[in-house]
């Protein structure tokens, strides 16, 4: 039997990172190539194109970046996940790895990806 879906908008590839790991890490996954699944930081808009698991827990707030390495961003997610970032795409910019977003804006452990 058929089921009803409805219409994915632009609205639907908001994260929400008080969700866990796996559930956001499927959400972008989902979202890609349309409409994105993005997010905020430092008031401009950040869409993400690539993730993997990180194993292990933190007990830093949701959405915190834990750590920046050479080539992820460690995310913390709800329920004490962590997500790692590996290529992103900033409001106006062609999508990048993250080694190439930190070359141009340097990042640190504390910053905050946010929701509006």
Do not use: C
């Not at 632009?10 to 994260?15: E, H, S």
């Not at 827990?57 to 050479?70: C, D, I, K, L």
């Amino acid at each position: 039997m058929a089921t009803y879906a409805p219409k994915i908008t632009r609205d639907d590839g908001v994260i929400d990172w008080g969700a866990s790991a796996v559930h956001i890490h499927n959400r972008v996954r989902g979202l890609y190539p349309w409409p994105h699944a993005f997010t905020w930081l430092d008031g401009s808009r950040v869409i993400v194109l690539r993730t993997h698991l990180e194993p292990g827990t933190t007990s830093a707030a949701s959405g915190t970046v834990v750590e920046v390495t050479r080539d992820t961003i460690h995310v913390a997610t709800g329920h004490g996940g962590r997500l790692a970032i590996d290529e992103l795409q900033p409001e106006g910019k062609r999508p990048m790895r993250v080694r190439d977003y930190l070359a141009g804006r340097p990042l640190s452990a504390g910053a905050r990806f946010t929701t509006p």
